[in-house]
C-alpha cells in the first residue's frame, strides 16, 4: 500500500524487486540509480545486520503536481536472495504496490527460479495479498549469457497470465528501464483511484457539471502521467545500453531483520513527510 501525506501532498509507491540470489536484483537498481540525474534520486542505500542485507533508494522520476497535486515518488529496494532469508522477503513485501520478479535466464538454475518463485506466492498469500491482481512484472534477466531458458519456457511455467515481460541484461542496461517503465505504469493507476475516491468523498456537494468536468480532466491528467514517465524514463533510456561501473554505496548497519523493517517503514514515512521544497 502506498504510503500518503496530505500535508505535503507526497506519494510513495514502493516496489520490491524479487528473485533468487545473484539473479540481477540489485543490479537493476545499481544501473538505474547510475543513470538518473542525482536530482532525481536519493542515496542508494544498504541496510544490513549479521546475516542479510537490503538495498533501497528513492527515484523520483515524475515532475510534481501530476495527480491532483500530489508529488509521485517510486521507492525500489530488493530483497534478500537467499532462500534462508525468507522471513526478511515477506518483511519487505509488506506494504508493497508492486514487484519486479528478476528470474536468472542461465538453464540450469531453472529449479531455483520456479522455488522462489513458489516462496513468492507463499509470501504474498501470507501477507492477505491476491496475486492474481496485485501489479508484477517479470523480467528475464540474463540473456546476454549462453545456455538460457527459453522465454517461452519462462511464460508458462512463471507467467501464463501473460503479464509484462521482458528480456534483459542488466549489467548492460539492456531491459532495465523498460522494466521499470511497466511496473510504474501498473502502479500509478490504482493510487490516482485513490487519491480521486478520497477527494470525491471530501466534495459530495459539487453539482453534476462540475463532476464531469473533474473526470475529463482527471483522464487528461492520467494520460500525461503516462507520457511523462515516458519522457522521463525514454530520455535516460538514450545512454544505455552501456556496461555498468562501480556505484557509490551508504551502508547501514543494524541489529537484526525486525530492525531493517523497522528501518524501511520510516524511510518511507520520513520521505513523503518532507516539505514541499524538499521534494520540488
Given at each position: 500500500m502506498a504510503f500518503y501525506n496530505y500535508i505535503t501532498n507526497n506519494v510513495a509507491i514502493k516496489v520490491v524487486y524479487y528473485g533468487m540470489g545473484l539473479s540481477g536484483k540489485t543490479t537493476n537498481l545499481r544501473y538505474i540509480y547510475q543513470k538518473l540525474d542525482p536530482s532525481s534520486r536519493g542515496d542508494l542505500l544498504c541496510?544490513?545486520?549479521?546475516?542479510?542485507?537490503t538495498f533501497f533508494f528513492d527515484l523520483l522520476p515524475i515532475s510534481a503536481g501530476l495527480i491532483d497535486g500530489f508529488k509521485i515518488h517510486f521507492q525500489l529496494m530488493t530483497v534478500p536472495g537467499q532462500v534462508y532469508y525468507d522471513a526478511s522477503r515477506k518483511s519487505v513485501l509488506k506494504n508493497a504496490d508492486g514487484i519486479v520478479f528478476v528470474a536468472d535466464s542461465q538453464t540450469q538454475l531453472l529449479d531455483g527460479n520456479l522455488d522462489c518463485f513458489d516462496g513468492l506466492r507463499r509470501n504474498l498469500q501470507d501477507l492477505k495479498i491476491d496475486m492474481n491482481t496485485f501489479p508484477i512484472v517479470f523480467q528475464y534477466n540474463k540473456r546476454d549469457l549462453e545456455d538460457l531458458i527459453p522465454v517461452e519456457t519462462f511464460n508458462n511455467l512463471l507467467n501464463p497470465k501473460k503479464l509484462p515481460y521482458f528480456e534483459a541484461s542488466a549489467?548492460?542496461?539492456?531491459?532495465?528501464?523498460e522494466t521499470l517503465r511497466a511496473i510504474a505504469e501498473l502502479t500509478i493507476p490504482p493510487v490516482r483511484e485513490r487519491i480521486q475516491a478520497e477527494k470525491k468523498e471530501?466534495?459530495?456537494a459539487v453539482q453534476e457539471d462540475d463532476r464531469e468536468l473533474e473526470k475529463e480532466a482527471s483522464a487528461k491528467t492520467l494520460q500525461e502521467v503516462t507520457q511523462?514517465?515516458?519522457?522521463?524514463?525514454?530520455?535516460?533510456?538514450?545512454?544505455?545500453?552501456?556496461?555498468?561501473t562501480d556505484t557509490q554505496v551508504i551502508r547501514v548497519k543494524m541489529k537484526s531483520e525486525k530492525d531493517?523493517?523497522?528501518?524501511?517503514?520510516r524511510l518511507s514515512l520520513d520521505y513523503i513527510s518532507r516539505k514541499k521544497q524538499d521534494s520540488s
Open positions: 541496510l544490513e545486520s549479521d546475516n542479510d542485507r549489467i548492460n542496461g539492456m531491459g532495465v528501464f471530501a466534495e459530495d511523462q514517465i515516458e519522457q522521463a524514463l525514454g530520455e535516460i533510456k538514450m545512454s544505455a545500453p552501456s556496461r555498468m531493517i523493517a523497522k528501518e524501511l517503514e
